[in-house]
């Protein structure tokens, strides 16, 4: 069994037009929001065993906020295993699905933090099943800040393909105001 959660970055700040999209950080609202999902995963003991993050510091940053929350009861976050990698940003879903397979078969749950619309593309692809409701907001739209948690039953990333997950949750920070 692999469990893999999607998270998508959060808002980001468009207040200065000179900044290049890789380098915007996130927007006070980003923040904000960032910071609930990384409370709404702690509370439901989310501990990912290895986590693998968009360069992009809007990604940077909303993983850190994540990060901050799952280890406000005492778990050490830092020894979770991040790989920050300049080939998730804006790479396409073929691509970050390639990178899933990659991941060694020791790792039973994974964290993989991106961009839309290769995030949603991915997620949508990945699910055939799961809750209704969940699965109908996941279809609609793949918000900012947004974390899908998707349940293979395979032994090895290898064997993650389309229509192979169950959607387990679907959580968007609107819903935890």
């Not at 991040?82 to 390639?98: D, I, P």
Request: proline share 5%.
């Amino acid at each position: 069994m692999k469990t893999l959660y999607l998270l998508r970055h959060a808002k980001s700040n468009w207040g200065d037009a000179r900044i290049a999209d890789h380098d915007r950080p996130l927007a006070p609202r980003g923040e904000d929001a960032a910071t609930r999902i990384g409370r709404y995963l702690n509370d439901r003991g989310v501990r990912p065993e290895l986590i693998l993050c968009s360069t992009a510091r809007r990604a940077a940053d909303t993983l850190d906020l994540v990060l901050a929350q799952i280890g406000r009861n005492g778990g050490d976050h830092a020894a979770i295993p991040v790989e920050r990698e300049r080939g998730l940003y804006l790479c396409g879903a073929r691509v970050m699905l390639e990178r899933i397979r990659d991941v060694p078969d020791g790792v039973h749950t994974l964290m993989l933090v991106a961009h839309n619309p290769d995030l949603h593309s991915l997620a949508t692809s990945l699910v055939v099943e799961g809750e209704a409701q969940a699965r109908a907001h996941l279809t609609e739209k793949f918000p900012t800040a947004a974390c899908a948690a998707i349940v293979f039953d395979v032994a090895h990333w290898r064997d993650v393909a389309p229509g192979t997950g169950r959607l387990a949750d679907f959580v968007r920070p609107r819903a935890l105001s």
